[in-house]
């Protein structure tokens, strides 16, 4: 009997790839309510060639390396046919590789800074520093510089959901930590918390964004706002919060438990 199971390959992104990256990052987080308070009259054409820009990997000097560390842009591939046939991408995962510890000096330095050359016309840089920008710094206060793999995105196509695509992008970047015997590390939103804590992701700290309170924004019926993550560190998730959840997997031994 032939295999149902979808066909999911994972492969470096390449320039012909910009296109499907796009949009699938822009179709994934557009109900998601920071999202669209980051960019209050939707993602402009700017802010989406911005990224298509800066998502991809730039040359680096020895010493930019040294600081900023190696990035692996991914896709997942999905093929409806099996291996054989015709392959559409669904899912892609952005990944900053440190091999050696950074110096107090060098970690230190880091500071997220939002610019409108980077993110476009119409975004809303006080809510990108307020929501991203604070993440970074919680993880990189957190990290201290340590040697690991982070996870900066994972995006996956609404439409193309449950197919395993997300799943194997987080088992390739777990592997090459594993093999590097190194940590992983991540932020991640409400939806993607459980998928994370199944690969062995451990709770670290919280950001909880007091959504109603500062932006006047409720929740939708229906909306996740990580309610049931991370409470066991953090506590319950007040009403009108959304909470996202730094993590960190430790070095998975070869035939250790996931």
């Known amino acids: ?38 960019y209050p009259g939707g993602a402009t054409e700017a802010s989406r060639k911005r990224f298509g820009e800066r998502v991809f990997p730039r040359p680096q000097s020895d010493e930019e390396l040294a600081k900023n560390g190696e990035t692996i842009l ?39 800074v939002p610019t409108v050359e980077n993110f476009g016309e119409g975004a ?41 695509a997300g799943s194997a ?30 690969f062995g992701f451990e709770d670290v700290d919280v950001l909880d964004m007091k959504v109603k309170e500062t932006w006047g924004v409720t929740k939708e019926e229906g909306r996740y706002w990580g309610e049931n993550n991370a409470v066991a560190l953090a506590g319950p998730v007040p009403e009108g919060v959304m909470r996202s959840v730094i993590m960190r997997r430790p070095v998975k031994r070869r035939g250790s438990a996931a």
């Open 124 to 164: 809303d840089l006080s809510v990108i520093n307020a929501f991203i920008g604070e993440l970074n710094r919680k993880q990189r206060d957190h990290a201290k510089g340590e040697a690991a793999l982070f996870l900066g995105i994972l995006a996956c196509s609404p439409d193309r959901q449950r197919l395993g």
């Open 74 to 112: 991914n896709v997942a591939e999905y093929f409806p046919e099996g291996p054989d046939g015709p392959g559409e991408v669904v899912a892609f995962s952005k990944w900053v590789l440190h091999r050696n510890p950074r110096t107090e000096e060098q970690w230190k330095s880091e500071d997220y």
């Open 1 to 38: 009997m032939a295999s149902t199971k979808p066909f999911i390959r994972v492969r470096k992104a390449e320039l012909a790839d910009t296109d499907a990256i796009v949009r699938i990052h822009y179709e994934a987080f557009d109900d998601d309510v920071m999202n669209q308070l980051m």
């Open 169 to 198: 992008l987080v088992k390739w970047g777990t592997d090459l930590a594993d093999s590097l015997r190194l940590p992983t590390r991540l932020e991640s939103s409400p939806v993607g918390y459980a998928v994370y804590r199944k």
